[in-house]
């Protein structure tokens, strides 16, 4: 069984930085791809970013040059390194794990979420 703890939101001002972590169960990780949705209040769930098993990352349009996402096969985390927040970044933030499975492709696992705020 998956399990995905996040951390690491908060509240900022715009022009602010914030790290998000995710730490995974299991033994899957290093074949999984990884990725962080937001959802802001009356708006659908978005993909913000996502890096396959290889390192492969893809962005939004909107966080594009701002936001990093990187993984760590060792102790089964990944990473969203958010800069330059902006007030429209304001949502909670969910971590997705993709595992490869026979017959459907993928089966996708999420996290509980955690709210980032940023302040204008």
């Known amino acids: 069984q998956v399990q995905l703890v996040e951390s690491g939101g908060g509240l900022v001002q715009a022009g602010g930085s914030l790290r998000l972590s995710c730490a995974a169960s299991g033994s899957i990780f290093s074949i999984s791809t990884m990725g962080w949705y937001r959802q802001a209040p009356g708006k659908q769930r978005e993909l913000v970013a996502s890096?396959?098993?290889?390192?492969?990352?893809d962005y939004a349009n909107s966080v594009k040059g701002r936001f990093t996402i990187s993984r760590d096969n060792a102790k089964n985390t990944v990473y969203l390194q958010m800069n330059s927040l902006k007030a429209e970044d304001t949502a909670v933030y969910y971590c997705n794990q993709k595992v490869p499975v026979l017959v459907t492709g993928t089966q996708d696992y999420w996290g509980q979420g955690t709210q980032v705020t940023v302040s204008s």
């Open positions: 890096i396959t098993r290889g390192g492969s990352t």
